[in-house]
Nanobody, 123 residues
Framework: QVQLVESGGGLVQSGGSLRLSCAASGRTFSNYYMGWFRQAPGKEREFVSAISWSGANTYYADSVKGRFTISRDNAKSTVYLQMNSLKAEDTAVYYC????????????????WGQGTQVTVSS
């Protein structure tokens, strides 16, 4: 069992920045492919970004490419999402997710999910 706890959400003005963190516990963190997803009100949850076990490979949704950066610190069992140039349409609950395999994270069906953290961008 893996427990994921997100933090770092909040209210920010358009053009601002936030850094989300997701602390993992329960299993060897470096064995897990990690991802970030988000769900805006009235919309389905969508993929934002993913990072491979060692951090060597990263993936981004087109909507955030060039603005968001995913990273991980395996020594701290934590994955981060640095969000810059935030827009009103980035407003959503952001979820951290984990799976031992790559495919479930990329496809949006990872085994483990965090509880989510709210990000609100005011225009």
């Amino acid at each position: 069992q893996v427990q994921l706890v997100e933090s770092g959400g909040g209210l920010v003005q358009s053009g601002g920045s936030l850094r989300l963190s997701c602390a993992a516990s329960g299993r060897t963190f470096s064995n897990y492919y990690m991802g970030w997803f988000r769900q805006a009100p009235g919309k389905e949850r969508e993929f934002v970004s993913a990072i491979s076990w060692s951090g060597a490979n990263t993936y981004y949704a087109d909507s955030v490419k060039g603005r968001f950066t995913i990273s991980r610190d395996n020594a701290k069992s934590t994955v981060y999402l640095q969000m810059n140039s935030l827009k009103a349409e980035d407003t959503a609950v952001y979820y951290c997710a984990a799976d031992m395999a790559r495919s479930p994270v990329i496809s949006g069906t990872p085994r483990y999910w965090g509880q989510g953290t709210q990000v609100t961008v005011s225009s």
